[in-house]
């Protein structure tokens, strides 16, 4: 029997983390389930700096980007005497389940910590990469490209107006499927990732047609590129290309803020309602993912970071349509 759980959000922000707090608190209550939130992830497990939520506490959030609980990363939490502190949280509060909203590295801290305290956990995935197996889409991740596209799409307006190549630098330390998605729906003309190599050597190759072709010249690079993201590859560029005006633009993090867009509000509700049912069925240690639009449940040892190549047909499409 669920009478009470603990929430908290944890790793780096990602719009539609408080719809996925919502949907947790109200499902909990419809179900007469107490809530406990731990400010700052892990770090507010530790503190026992918490907030009882309630109905009224999560009212008029669920359009609101960040997450009201806050988040941080914990480097306490990875040491014995951070790990036996959160475990004597969770006892003072006589907690019987566990949602964690947050990416792989939040993942496996509920694996430590369920070996230390026998508590049932859930997981709903929380990071603008999309990068995790297990769901189609992340929270965060529609929000996030859609904010790129209008970035884009105003810096093209500039791009076109002086004919110039913009080097524009998008969230992707490891995985290139924003800038992938991105590219495709604001038209852009290149796209460096860090799954694809010896992309440099093909942008080169493009500018024996761009003169005579293109107005405007969009290149986008994920910051995790092995030619060193926007500033290196702009750099490089204004030596191999000095007649062209070239340009550098690192959207940085205002690709994690801003207000969910609807599918990311009702796919976080939907975590957030099935986080909840995961643990009355006595789930543990998995997360939450939606794939071809159905609920399913991928362990937390599997629901890891992609390492596999991307979509070889949205790539091959990208090429065709930049031509």
């Given amino acids: 029997m669920i009478k009470k759980i603990g929430l908290i959000t944890s790793g780096g922000d990602s719009p539609g983390m408080n ?24 770090e507010g497990l530790i503190d026992d700096d918490y907030i009882n939520l309630t109905k009224s506490k999560v009212s008029n959030i669920i359009h609101r980007g960040g997450t009201v609980l806050k988040t941080a990363r914990s480097k306490r939490f990875m040491t014995q005497e951070g790990m036996q502190m959160a475990v004597q949280t969770l006892q003072k509060h006589q907690l019987d389940g566990f949602v964690i909203i947050g990416g792989d590295g939040s993942f496996k801290g509920a694996l430590e910590l369920s070996k230390h305290h026998n508590i049932k956990t859930v997981g709903c995935p929380g990071t603008i990469d999309n990068d995790l197996v297990g769901t189609d889409y992340t929270i965060g991740y529609d929000t996030a490209i859609n904010t790129v ?66 107005k405007s010249r969009i290149i986008i690079v994920a910051e995790g590129d092995e030619n060193g993201g926007a500033i290196g590859i702009g750099n490089l560029l204004k030596l191999e290309w000095p007649e062209f005006d070239i340009r550098i633009s690192i959207l940085g993090h205002i690709q994690r803020g801003g207000n969910p867009t609807c599918m990311e509000r009702v796919n976080a509700s939907l975590m957030g309602y099935y986080a909840v049912k995961a643990l009355q069925d006595g789930r543990s240690n998995e997360m939450i993912g939606i794939v071809n639009k159905q609920v399913c449940y991928t362990p937390f040892k599997d629901a890891v970071k992609h390492i596999e190549e991307l979509n070889p047909e949205m790539l091959k499409i990208l090429d065709i349509l930049s031509a």
């Fill in 149 to 214: 596209v209008d970035a884009v799409d105003k810096i093209r307006d500039t791009a076109e107006s002086h004919d110039r190549i913009f080097v524009v630098e998008v969230m992707g330390r490891d995985a290139g499927l924003i800038a992938l998605r991105s590219a495709i729906a604001c038209g852009a003309e290149a796209i460096l990732i860090p799954e694809r190599k010896n992309d440099l050597k093909f942008l080169l190759e493009k500018k024996k047609t761009w003169r005579q072709t293109k």
């Fill in 19 to 42: 719809a996925c707090i919502r949907a947790v608190v109200r499902t909990a209550r419809a179900e007469q389930i107490d809530v406990v939130g731990f400010y700052r992830g892990y």
